[in-house]
């Protein structure tokens, strides 16, 4: 049965929820209320049990652990007739599809984003370009039901040579699999004029993280030229390739792990015009690159720090707020005094403030007290902007470290 012709279920909301919901919020997670929420039905009509009004329709989701429906319509419009999900959701997918079209981004790369699900009202459901394929990403299990007609629908506007669909975030597991049946895929790809090798389904991730292609793009006027570049969490070096691309010398990539770091070399490889002279590898963790780093007397006059939400040290796993206890002294100690330092944040549960405000008091409790500045904040942008309000969208923060004392130099 589609999801049209099934009734929605009128089910009662947490009064929280119901505020959170007409605040913008699209998630209902779970709570005393979601308990009782029917089990097999696709739509719910969120009801606010205390003025007995029906306020919103959602799409049931008792599969995830902890997000249990999310929201599909605040207009009351949407539930009073018939619903007509295939319908909504091409007018959806569409004007996803338009609004990439306006920012021109196939003009300088091959992977970006199509849907970017809350921020698209399209919840738990990420869409991904990726050069003639696409990647499409469930965060919630309903996309499942719903396949045949997402599939449809994207193939009307776009021509696709293959279609990959990942689960993410149930059990941890790759589980990519392509709609003809293809196990495996591997291509270049191509953002801002450097190549990149695309391995699908043989990692986890495939090679480039599209949601750091924009702020890529922001970070080039520091980056430009620049005379070294220390890359922390490197993965396969896309930061690394766009600084060489822009002219920085002496670059530095730090991984924990070989095989990404042969993966960079690859990528170079791929790039006849960069001067892979201009680069070297550093495989261990971070923490030891950088006391190596300090020991020889380096400099860097631009370092980036990347850490998965929870790292390893190859020993002790800690979180990446956590490890900047240690990271953040290190890396001043090794930034020129004209010298810029990105650090970033990569979860949600962390917000904005208290991620600068550590940082402020790891600075505040070492030598460099006084004597540095946090500045711009560097948020997904473009293709893959947070929806306002919804800060679980909002999870990859960077954040610029300068010295007070920097020479202003105009960019
Ligand atoms: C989120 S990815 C970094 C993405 C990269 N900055 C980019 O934009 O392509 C995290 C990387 O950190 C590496 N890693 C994890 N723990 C590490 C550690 N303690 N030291 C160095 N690298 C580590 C992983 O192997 C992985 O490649």
Redo the contacts with the bound molecule.
Sequence with gaps: MSPSTKAPVKANLHPASCKYLKLGHPWITEDSYTKRFPQNTFFLIGVDEKNRQEIALLINDPEHKKVKARLWSLNPEDWKKEINFKEMLRLRVFSSLEKREKFNLSLERENYYLINGESDFLPGLLVLKLKNQILIQYYALFWKEVEADLIAILQEKLNIEEIWIQERNFNQQKAIRSISGKTQSEFILNEYNINYQIKINAHYDFG??TD?SAI?KLMRPYLENAQSLL?????????SLFALKLGAKNIVS????AK?LKWLDENIALNSDLNAESHSSLC????K?LEKLIAQNASFEAI?C???SA????HSTSSALKSYENLLPQMLKLLDSNGSLFV?L?THTISWNKFEEKLKQIIETSEFKNQVMIGKRFKLSDDCQALKGFHEGDYLKGLLIEFKNKLKVVK
């Design positions: 480039i993280y750091m890529r890359n922390l969490y490197s993965y396969t070096g896309a930061f730090v991984d924990l792990s990404y261990m963790p971070s923490e690159a980036i990347d850490p998965p790292s390893s040290d190859g970033f990569n």
